[in-house]
């Protein structure tokens, strides 16, 4: 899900111009703990924006939502895997 932060660059949130979920309310991708993230994935799986989405959200270690069609768990696993 892209945020805006005076940290980053311009380039490097250059992929939120393509960004699916811009349309869909922060509910969709910041879904109520125990909700289904389902449905915010398969925005994801459509989005061109998605690999730099997903390592933006690594690199920033956001720990909240479904970024580059992954969830706060699935995030975490994939950078324990990772090392
Ligand atoms: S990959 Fe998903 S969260 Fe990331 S910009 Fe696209 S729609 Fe939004």
């Known amino acids: 899900?892209?945020?805006?932060?005076?940290?980053?660059?311009?380039?490097?949130?250059?992929?939120q111009e393509s960004a699916l979920c811009a349309q869909?309310?922060?509910?969709?991708?910041?879904?109520?703990?125990?909700?289904?993230?389902r449905e915010a994935k398969q925005l994801c799986g459509a989005c061109e924006g998605r690999v730099?989405?997903?390592?933006?959200?690594?690199?920033?270690?956001?720990r909240f939502g479904v970024w580059g069609?992954?969830?706060e768990k699935e995030r975490h696993r994939l950078k324990r895997t990772a090392r």
């Not at 805006?4 to 949130?13: D, P, R």
């Not at 869909?24 to 993230?37: I, K, V």
């Not at 730099?52 to 956001?62: G, I, M, Q």
């Open 1 to 15: 899900m892209p945020i805006n932060t005076t940290i980053t660059t311009e380039h490097e949130l250059s992929w």
């Open 24 to 37: 869909a309310g922060p509910e969709f991708f910041f879904p109520a703990p125990g909700s289904s993230t």
């Open 52 to 62: 730099a989405c997903l390592e933006y959200a690594l690199t920033h270690d956001e």
């Open 69 to 71: 069609g992954l969830s």
